[in-house]
């Protein structure tokens, strides 16, 4: 889940990243402030790091996507701290608020 994470910033896909959000949840406002922080970032070779820290539950965790960008992109380093869950075995970004 991380890596399509990765790969849908690296290409500014916000259907992708919102594919990834839990269900439910509308997250346009933070999918567009994710993308404009970090969008079109090219990590370099070898600089993508995730470190995971479980949280209370099973079924919650956190994640910290650190990378370097290539001369492109306007920011040198990305940091994108994620919260996550599990439903249904399956991982999701918890990004938005639920949908009435």
């Given at each position: 889940?991380?890596?399509?994470?990765?790969?849908?910033?690296?290409?500014?896909?916000?259907?992708?990243?919102?594919?990834?959000?839990?269900?439910?949840?509308?997250?346009?406002?933070?999918?567009?402030a994710?993308?404009?922080?970090?969008?079109?970032?090219?990590?370099?070779?070898?600089?993508?790091?995730?470190e995971?820290?479980?949280?209370l539950t099973?079924?919650?965790?956190?994640?910290?996507v650190?990378?370097?960008c290539?001369?492109?992109?306007?920011?040198?380093v990305?940091?994108?701290?994620?919260?996550l869950?599990?439903?249904?075995?399956?991982?999701?970004?918890?990004?938005?608020?639920r949908?009435r």
């Amino acid at each position: 889940m991380l890596e399509r994470f990765v790969g849908a910033i690296q290409r500014r896909d916000g259907a992708a990243l919102q594919a990834l959000v839990r269900p439910g949840n509308a997250a346009d406002t933070e999918i567009a402030a994710l993308l404009a922080r970090s969008g079109g970032c090219s990590l370099t070779d070898g600089t993508a790091r995730v470190e995971y820290s479980l949280l209370l539950t099973p079924n919650t965790s956190s994640a910290v996507v650190r990378g370097t960008c290539d001369g492109a992109h306007p920011r040198a380093v990305i940091e994108e701290h994620l919260a996550l869950q599990r439903l249904d075995d399956r991982w999701y970004l918890v990004l938005g608020a639920r949908e009435r």
